[in-house]
């Protein structure tokens, strides 16, 4: 009897502290608004990667004053966003240089646009969009 009580709260606990995107917890906590940072913490032009509930993300702010919240990983090789180049309207990737707006919307690909201006695949190269909000200086994610 104390296994299966033990497994039951073993169980339990499991469904209440794991808050990954494809978990229970995580699809109800994403139904709200999360505190992520502070905003003072963050200066105009810097970046900052994250993890939330079990996302690894990348949190900055440009030049205009604009926060964006997204995925760590480029969408186009992978490489860690947030070593990117803060510029005066987005996030740009240090490693080919794709610049990605606050909503994660592709607005340069370098190179690509000159090699094979046709292809539309850079307009589905977007980066999850992450919702942000500023409350009580504080930056909030859903
Ligand atoms: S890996 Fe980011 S632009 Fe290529």
Not at 37 to 51: E, M, N, Y
Not at 128 to 135: D, L, V
């Amino acid at each position: 009897m104390q296994v299966e009580q033990a497994t039951a709260m073993a169980e339990r606990l499991k469904l209440l502290t794991q808050t990954g995107p494809d978990t229970d917890m995580g699809r109800l906590l994403r139904k709200f608004w999360q505190p992520v940072a502070v905003s003072q913490d963050l200066q105009a032009g810097t970046a900052r990667p994250l993890r939330v509930m079990g996302e690894d993300l990348t949190l900055y702010k440009d030049l205009s004053g604009t926060y964006g919240l997204v995925d760590r990983h480029c969408p186009h090789r992978r490489a860690d966003t947030s070593y990117g180049f803060v510029e005066a309207c987005g996030l740009r990737c240090n490693y080919h240089g794709w610049l990605f707006d606050q909503t994660g919307r592709c607005l340069e690909a370098p190179y690509e646009d000159a090699a094979a201006p046709q292809a539309q695949s850079i307009q589905n190269q977007c980066t999850r969009r992450r919702s942000r909000k500023c409350r009580a200086r504080c930056r909030w994610r859903r």
